[in-house]
């Protein structure tokens, strides 16, 4: 299974204590995930994701034995393009890090930029040219439970529609959509969507009958959701094997050429 | 056995659906759950401020569940403390002391601090069924009177005779496990939300093993989803046992309404 959204480092907003990348990887492999696309989760609300992002850089290249041999991560690194430096920083860790990162991941609500930005769409346009999907994060965290003094409502669907709309080259992974937002999302061929908010009756039969299911994909959204979970979201009607196969692996590696 | 404390059906017009129970029953097989306690209709019920009828035929619907499929569901009278104490009581004698019903689910119409509560929680008393009660700590508004987990302290203080089932324990979080800790008549149920990390094991811990007891949610919740939110976190097989069901057979063993 390929966790294609989960985060490295200790969400504040959570009981769960700091926990190590090797100790990440072990909870992951326990759920039956062999490999996560991982960003650093501090980036959410620290002044400088690239900073962020090139401490998660160090961690993987320095992680030790405990680490379970049949388990990789690949990088999912943070850009704030409102931030002045992004495309250079960007260009540095992808020369730096090589085939390590697999995506690039935007935080449009906790960053405070628009998805009309002309900025998002450069950014879009990079991650076309390097062969990358753009990783839009719609929410950390259900919206009941956030602190009180930091509401932070989801990002507008319709924005991500027209991001999407406007570059079709640019395929894209829709990370804590709610199962409501799925019908919408479906509209735009090159929108991909992880199931880590994904819940209903029988959660992958009702997606599937509203999304294609060769564009969802498995996510945990550790360590702010437990792994388990998500995972369970595979079990479903045993005619839907081939979806479930496609889900929980072969669409991220399609997506992400892992 | 895994017994599932809290389900709902959303069967239009509060109307048995055969259709409707089969897939319940299918979906429950798949994930083997055992028991569903039926907590009322979604659909059809009256929303927020139920009326009488609305209550009687949410009523209805929970006791043909159980005359139709007595070993897999159990149903709980459904009430809005708001009505006159006559209605209540009356629905309770309808439901459970002549019915098939083992106890009282209450959601959001009064909020559990109201003292209009209280003929009904002497009432599960002396009857000695366990009430469900919704709660919440929401960050974004709350529905209609609410309560919070600090409300359900307050209602167990009040009746400390009366087992209480404070649901969703993710909506509460960390402050709701607190507020309940030395209220050892109330246990929390595990649905609600999404599958916040450490939840589960910090009810554990916080209170006691024999305090916790699995809810799904259903069908607004994925049964696999929620029992993964257990088995993910709970290792040891003996307190897993009692969180899946263990828990919910001792306090509906009280009445002697429900067979297990």
């Known amino acids: 299974m390929i966790d294609a959204s989960c985060w ?17 990887a072990r909870r992951l492999r326990e759920a039956g995930v062999k490999h996560a696309l991982i960003s650093p989760i501090r ?18 290249r320095n992680l030790d034995a405990s680490m379970p041999e049949d388990f ?11 931030l002045p ?32 930005d002309g900025r998002v769409s450069e950014l879009a346009r990079m991650c076309q040219a390097r062969n990358l999907p753009l990783c839009i994060q719609v929410r950390v965290q259900d919206e009941r439970s956030h602190h009180p003094l930091l509401k ?16 079709p080259g640019t395929r894209m992974l829709v990370c804590g959509a709610y199962n409501a937002e799925l019908p919408r999302l479906a509209t735009a061929p090159n929108i991909h969507v992880e199931i880590s908010f994904v819940e209903s009756i029988d959660t992958l039969a009702v997606a599937i009958a509203s999304f294609d299911a060769k564009r969802l994909l498995l996510a945990t959204n550790v360590p702010v959701h437990d792994p388990a979970p998500s995972v369970a979201k595979l079990v479903t009607d045993p005619s839907l094997a081939s979806a479930v196969q496609d889900i929980a692996s072969g669409n991220a590696r399609r997506l992400f050429h892992l | 056995m895994i017994i599932d404390c809290h389900i709902h059906f959303a069967s239009a017009g509060c109307e048995y659906n055969e ?25 059809d019920s009256g929303g927020y401020d139920p009326q009488p009828g609305h209550i009687r035929k949410s009523n209805d619907l929970g006791m ?19 009505h006159d104490p006559e209605f209540s009581l009356a629905e309770i004698d309808r439901c459970i002391v002549n019915g098939p019903m083992a106890g009282i689910k209450l959601w959001v119409a009064v ?28 960050a974004n508004g709350y529905a209609y009177n609410e309560s919070t987990p600090k409300d359900i302290a307050n209602l167990a203080r009040r009746h400390p005779d009366v087992p209480i089932v404070m649901a969703h324990l993710a909506g509460g979080g960390v402050e709701g496990v607190y507020d309940i800790v030395d209220c050892p008549n109330v246990v929390v149920d595990t649905s609600g939300a999404q599958p916040i990390a450490g939840m589960v094991e910090f009810a554990i811990e916080h209170l006691g093993p024999d305090r916790v007891v699995f809810g799904s949610d259903w069908p607004l919740r994925d049964y696999a989803v929620q029992k993964a939110r257990v088995t993910g976190a709970i290792h040891d097989p003996a307190v897993r046992d009692l969180v899946l069901g263990g828990n919910m057979r001792r306090i509906l063993a009280a009445s002697g309404k429900v067979s297990l």
């Open chain 1, 8 to 24: 490295w480092g200790q969400w504040p907003f959570s009981i769960m204590g700091q926990v190590s990348l090797a100790g990440t």
């Open chain 1, 43 to 60: 980036a959410v609300l620290a002044p400088d994701a690239a900073t962020c992002n090139r401490d998660l850089l160090a961690e993987v």
């Open chain 1, 72 to 82: 990789r991560f690949s990088l999912v690194p943070v850009v704030n393009p409102a």
């Open chain 1, 85 to 116: 430096g992004w495309r250079v920083q960007l260009n540095d860790l992808l020369d730096d890090a090589g085939p390590l990162v697999a995506g690039v991941k935007i935080i449009p609500n906790y960053h405070q930029f628009d998805l009309g």
């Open chain 1, 152 to 167: 932070v409502p989801g990002v507008d669907i319709q924005s991500i529609l027209s991001l999407a709309t406007t570059h």
């Open chain 2, 19 to 43: 259709t409707d129970v089969l897939q319940c029953l299918h979906l429950a097989d798949r994930n083997g759950i055992d028991r569903m306690i039926y907590l009322f209709n979604l659909a």
């Open chain 2, 64 to 82: 043909e569940l159980v005359t139709r499929y007595p070993d897999r569901f159990i149903s709980y009278c459904y009430l809005h403390p708001a």
């Open chain 2, 111 to 138: 909020n559990a601090t109201d003292a209009r509560l209280d003929p009904i929680m002497r009432r599960a008393a002396e009857l000695r069924v366990p009430v469900l009660h919704h709660a919440w700590y929401k």
